[in-house]
């Protein structure tokens, strides 16, 4: 079940995103991803419109919006591969006319899972925090598709 995110959900939440991120860009460091929790706790969840995938009484993915961006989308790593990911894509393309997101080139699992949600390459870009070279990625709704 996709439900809004609540605050009791932050722990879950912030598990998730660290396990995913170490996992999903092991070109990063893992301290970099440690020492981001606090920010992503602080600044980032906060600012965002968030929603979380619930099963069996916990949180097994989340996804975050800011405005027409999809900001974040995590799936615990032990639950990945059964379709959450898919689920809260849809969710998020059902929110907004159309999605833009960054993705670094170097996560090709991930790169090539928004390719299949429909998602076009617009750009590419360096990651400030990181210096890893990013992908610009647009999913264009049914409304913005049409002429």
């Known amino acids: ?51 979380v995938f619930e099963e069996d009484g916990s949180v097994s993915g989340f996804y975050c919006l800011v405005e027409a961006t999809l900001a974040a989308i995590f799936v615990s790593p032990d639950r990945q591969g059964r379709g959450i990911g898919s689920a809260l ?3 998020a393309k059902r929110r907004r006319d159309g999605l833009t997101l960054s993705v670094y ?22 990651d400030a925090n990181t210096g890893q070279p990013e992908l610009v990625m647009e999913y264009r709704g049914a409304l913005m598709a049409s002429p």
Request: net charge negative.
């Open 1 to 51: 079940m996709i439900r809004d995110y609540r605050e009791e959900d932050i722990d879950q939440v912030l598990t998730i995103w660290l396990s995913a991120s170490i996992q999903a860009h092991d070109f990063v460091p893992a301290a970099f991803w440690a020492s981001q929790v606090e920010a992503m706790r602080d600044i980032y969840l906060p600012a965002a419109e968030s929603w």
């Open 105 to 126: 080139r170097a996560n090709r699992p991930s790169v090539d899972f928004y390719r299949k949600q429909g998602f076009i390459i617009l750009a590419e870009q360096v």
């Open 89 to 91: 894509i849809e969710d």
